[in-house]
């Protein structure tokens, strides 16, 4: 019997519990700019973190937030976005952009 394969979204939350994983593909997805895609990737980075279960009520008052204003208008405030990540052990931080 051949062994069961992983799915492509069981694998990215495999990977995602990985804090430096989770860290990198939430860089990836601010550089690319996209809002929808920032909430999906937040949404994913939660599940691998454990779920929506395991964070504050304030942070999830934050993130329902968040997720609206992202999905309604494609912007995102900051301090929200910084309780999320901080309540998922992550941080925003800008580097030197590569040429």
């Known amino acids: 019997m ?3 394969s992983v799915s492509y979204h069981e694998g990215i939350i495999q990977h995602l519990k990985d804090p430096l994983e989770a860290a990198s ?7 690319e700019g996209n809002s929808k895609m920032l909430g999906k ?5 939660i599940e ?4 929506m279960e ?10 329902e937030q968040l997720d609206l204003m ?3 208008q494609g912007e995102v405030e900051f301090s929200c ?6 309540a998922l052990g992550l941080q ?8």
């Open 81 to 86: 976005l910084s309780q999320l990540l901080d």
């Open 48 to 51: 691998a973190q454990g779920g």
């Open 2 to 4: 051949m062994p069961r």
């Open 41 to 45: 990737a937040l949404k994913n980075v």
């Open 54 to 63: 395991q964070l504050p009520e304030q942070v999830k008052q934050c993130y």
């Open 92 to 99: 925003l931080a800008v580097t030197v952009k590569s040429v």
């Open 25 to 31: 593909y939430i860089e990836v997805v601010l550089e």
């Open 70 to 72: 992202l999905s309604q």
